[in-house]
C-alpha cells in the first residue's frame, strides 16, 4: 500500500501539534490511526538522517568512531524506502555524496569497505545490495562508476562463497573474503545482494543462488521450527526474519523450511531486550509482509506501534541492546525506516 497521500499529511503533521492516535479496545490502534504515525515517524527519521551526513558523504559508525560503507548504504536505503530518489530534491545531493563515498572506498579486491562493525563481507554485502537497488536510478554523471562498482563487488561476493569449506558451511559466507566458514547473518545480505544485483542485470549464476539458498535451508532448525545461525544450533526470531526473507526474495517461500518458520516468527517477534533487535525487527517487517496479508494484518500494528514508541525527540532511534546500541543512531534510525516502510513499496527487492 503505497501512501504518497499519507506522506503529505505526515509533512504536514511535523510541522504542527501530532495528532493523537487512536486506540482500540484491544489498545492497538486502528489502521487509519497506525498509518498516520508511521507515515510522521518516518518523515522525521528522514529528516535526522539527511541532517547527520558527514561532509564527506558517510554515516557515522559509532562503534567504530569511523565512517562506514554498512551504515551510510542503510542509511540511502531508508531515503529510497521512504519514497526519495537521486536525481530529485530535497535530497539529491545527499544521494550523490553518498554513493560517490561508496565508490571511493571500493578496494582492490572489490570489496567496498571502510570502517566494518562486522567484517568486511557484512559491510559489503550491505553496500552492493544499496547499489544494486539505485543502479538505474541514478543520475548520468555517476551510472558508469556505480554499475562498475556493483559488478565488481558482486564478483567479490561470488570468490567469497566459492572458497573451499566443510559441507555444513557449503554455499554460504561469513566475515572475509577467505572466510572458510558461514553464518546465516551474512549470507542472507549476500543472497539479497546478488539477487537485486541479477535483477539489475548483473551476471549472477543461477547455481550461485541455489548454493546460497541450500546454505539457508541448512540453518532451519529441524525440531522446534525457524532459523538459527549457524547449522544445527538453536533457532531464534531473528535468525528466523533473515532466513525467511533471504528464502522469500529467492522465490523460495514454498519451500518447507520457509512456511514452517513463519509461525514460529509471528508467534515470537523480535523485542526490544533480544540481540540485534533493530535488525531482527527489519527482517521481521519485510518477512511477514511479503508472506500473506492475513499474517500480516493480524501483526503490523503491534510491531509498529514496539517500533514507533522508541523513536527519539530528533527523529533517531537508539537501541538500548548493547548489541546495536554501539553502532549508533543513523544504523538503528535505518533500520527502524525499513521496517516501518515495507507497506510503500518503493524498494525493488522486496516488490512482490
Known amino acids: 500500500m503505497i501512501r504518497g497521500f499519507g506522506l503529505a499529511l505526515a509533512v504536514s503533521l511535523s510541522c504542527g501539534p501530532a495528532v493523537a492516535a487512536e486506540p482500540t479496545s484491544n489498545g492497538l490502534l ?9 507515515d510522521a515517524a518516518v518523515v522525521r527519521a528522514v529528516e535526522y538522517l539527511a541532517n547527520s551526513q558527514r561532509p564527506s558523504g558517510a554515516w557515522f559508525l559509532d562503534l567504530y568512531q569511523g565512517e562506514a560503507t554498512s551504515t551510510t548504504s542503510l542509511a540511502m536505503m531508508a531515503l529510497l524506502a521512504a519514497g526519495h530518489v537521486p536525481g530529485e530534491e530535497p535530497h539529491r545531493a545527499a544521494f550523490e555524496r553518498g554513493i560517490d563515498y561508496l565508490v571511493r572506498h571500493q578496494q582492490p579486491t572489490g570489496l567496498i569497505v571502510d570502517k566494518t562493525g562486522h567484517g568486511p563481507l557484512y559491510c559489503h554485502g550491505i553496500s552492493t545490495l544499496f547499489l544494486a537497488e539505485v543502479v538505474g536510478m541514478v543520475e ?44 546465516l547473518s551474512v549470507t542472507a545480505w549476500q543472497l539479497l545482494a546478488l539477487r537485486a544485483a541479477r535483477n539489475a542485470g548483473c551476471d549472477v549464476p543461477a547455481e550461485a543462488i541455489d548454493r546460497a539458498v541450500g546454505y539457508v535451508r541448512d540453518c532451519a532448525s529441524r525440531n522446534r521450527g525457524g532459523f538459527a545461525y549457524q547449522p544445527g544450533g538453536d533457532s531464534s526470531p531473528v535468525m528466523t526474519a533473515a532466513g525467511i526473507t533471504a528464502m522469500q526474495v529467492c522465490g523460495a517461500a514454498d519451500q518447507p523450511e520457509c512456511s514452517s518458520a513463519v509461525p514460529f516468527l509471528a508467534g515470537r517477534l523480535p523485542r526490544p531486550n533480544d540481540r540485534y533487535y533493530m535488525y531482527g525487527t527489519y527482517y521481521a517487517s519485510v518477512a511477514l509482509h511479503q508472506f500473506g496479508e492475513d499474517i500480516w494484518t493480524d501483526r503490523r500494528e503491534g510491531l509498529f506501534q514496539q517500533i514507533l514508541r522508541q523513536q527519539r525527540p530528533d527523529g533517531s532511534w537508539l537501541s538500548d541492546n548493547d548489541s546495536e546500541k554501539q553502532a549508533g543512531r543513523a544504523y538503528c534510525t535505518s533500520l527502524a ?9 518503493y524498494l525493488p527487492i522486496y516488490q512482490k
Open 30 to 38: 486502528n489502521p487509519s490511526a497506525i498509518d498516520r504515525e508511521v
Open 337 to 345: 525506516v525499513l521496517a516501518l516502510t515495507v507497506e510503500y513499496g
Open 140 to 183: 548520468p554523471q555517476q551510472s558508469e562508476a556505480v554499475r562498475r562498482t556493483l559488478e565488481r563487488g558482486v564478483r567479490a561476493i561470488l570468490e567469497a562463497q566459492a572458497v573451499r569449506k566443510a559441507a555444513r558451511h557449503a554455499g554460504g559466507w561469513r566475515y572475509s573474503l577467505q572466510s572458510n566458514d558461514s553464518d
